[in-house]
T-cell receptor, first 115, second 109 residues
Framework: NAGVTQTPKFRVLKTGQSMTLLCAQD?????MYWYRQDPGMGLRLIHY???????AKGEVPDGYNVSRLKKQNFLLGLESAAPSQTSVYFC??????????????FGPGTRLTVL | DAKTTQPTSMDCAEGRAANLPCNHS???????VYWYRQIHSQGPQYIIH???NNETNEMASLIITEDRKSSTLILPHATLRDTAVYYC??????????FGAGTRLTVKP
């Protein structure tokens, strides 16, 4: 199993450009998440999904859109990139198991720079 | 979800136990305590979680006080590879998990 994979690993954008980050998981997990991590800070939740076709806002959703058309994929879109969106983006997934067990499996991250 | 307070940084000698504290004085009865760690620039890694009772797995032990207002993560024999940022998180259910700044643990030879 590959676990959680993210595409691309690195990207440089100019202000105003758009792009889509792809997250894929092969563990048949119901839940998927997008986080961002700025230098020296903890992760902040952007959006998450509790199942195919459903998404919800997290802590810092502004400037991002997401889609979960297939259970295994979770897309994060930036319609008009801004320098403030320069960050490392992590995707994670977890399964709907026991009520208290929510181990999140993380991808390797995408390092995005917006000039 | 309840907020947590962790020290910014800690040092530990290699081979000794590392005890990482976390305060969560506003924790609710149905909130769990989770610990994750992030080594260098990798994605965070789950370590352990608990509700009321102390928990142990192959990586660590989690000690939760009787009033549940604080907890301690114990790495029994720290190695250099345990150098990482450790996050304590309390939450009720699936979905939204809020990471704070965590504790930067440095294991020294």
């Amino acid at each position: 199993n590959a676990g959680v994979t993210q595409t691309p690993k690195f990207r440089v954008l100019k202000t105003g450009q758009s792009m889509t980050l792809l997250c894929a998981q092969d563990m048949n997990h119901e839940y998927m998440y997008w986080y961002r991590q700025d230098p020296g800070m903890g992760l902040r939740l952007i959006h998450y999904s509790v199942g195919e076709g459903t998404t919800a806002k997290g802590e810092v959703p502004d400037g991002y859109n997401v889609s979960r058309l297939k259970k295994q994929n979770f897309l994060l879109g930036l319609e008009s990139a801004a320098p403030s969106q320069t960050s490392v983006y992590f995707c994670a997934s977890s399964y709907l198991g026991l009520a208290d067990y929510n181990e999140q499996f993380f991808g390797p991250g995408t390092r995005l720079t917006v000039l | 979800d309840a907020k947590t307070t962790q020290p910014t940084s800690m040092d530990c000698a290699e081979g000794r136990a590392a005890n990482l504290p976390c305060n969560h004085s506003t924790i609710s009865g149905n909130e769990y305590v989770y610990w994750y760690r992030q080594i260098h620039s990798q994605g965070p890694q789950y370590i352990i979680h608990g509700l009321k009772n102390n928990e142990t797995n192959e990586m660590a032990s989690l000690i939760i006080t009787e009033d549940r207002k604080s907890s301690t993560l114990i790495l029994p024999h720290a190695t250099l590879r345990d150098t990482a940022v450790y996050y304590c998180i309390v939450r009720v259910a699936h979905g939204d998990m809020r990471f704070g700044a965590g504790t930067r643990l440095t294991v020294k030879p």
